[in-house]
């Protein structure tokens, strides 16, 4: 294979799940752009565009800012996302939370401020606005 093809093959995105094993620890920023499930020990924070999932043996010390997360593990740190987060019934989250949609499972422990963010174009109050007059009243 020349070099041609081995630069076109590393600069396409890829679709694959990537896999961080129980058996991992790390210190620093974690990057990913797709989907990663991550089961060991980080001392830092995970920014992403993408779906996290911790394992049950997941445990972060830091934030953790992504599309979409479903923990099982341990997150002490605060937790931004722009769609979904599930705390599954072993899940622990020591820090805040800030989602469109939360989902916490019976069992699982959440202690912090959770705040649900709507989407931009989910409607709003569906009852009318008051007129002038009634709002001079």
Do not use: W, Y
């Given at each position: ?54 394992g ?14 479903i ?40 202690i ?9 174009n ?16």
């Amino acid at each position: 294979m020349n070099l041609n093809n081995i630069t076109s093959l590393v600069s396409e995105p890829s679709t694959s799940k990537n896999i961080l094993t129980s058996d991992v620890e790390l210190t620093g920023t974690l990057k990913f752009d797709s989907e990663m499930i991550f089961d060991g020990k980080l001392d830092g924070e995970i920014i992403s565009e993408g779906t996290l999932t911790l394992g049950k043996n997941a445990v972060i010390k830091g934030d953790v800012r992504t599309k979409t997360v479903i923990i099982h593990g341990t997150v002490n740190g605060n937790v931004t996302v722009q769609e979904r987060c599930e705390l599954k019934s072993n899940a622990e989250l020591l820090g805040d939370l800030k989602a469109m949609r939360i989902i916490i499972e019976e069992g699982a422990t959440f202690i912090g401020h959770s705040e649900v963010t709507p989407s931009k174009n989910a409607s709003r109050s569906t009852a009318p606005k008051p007129s002038a007059s009634e709002q001079a009243a």
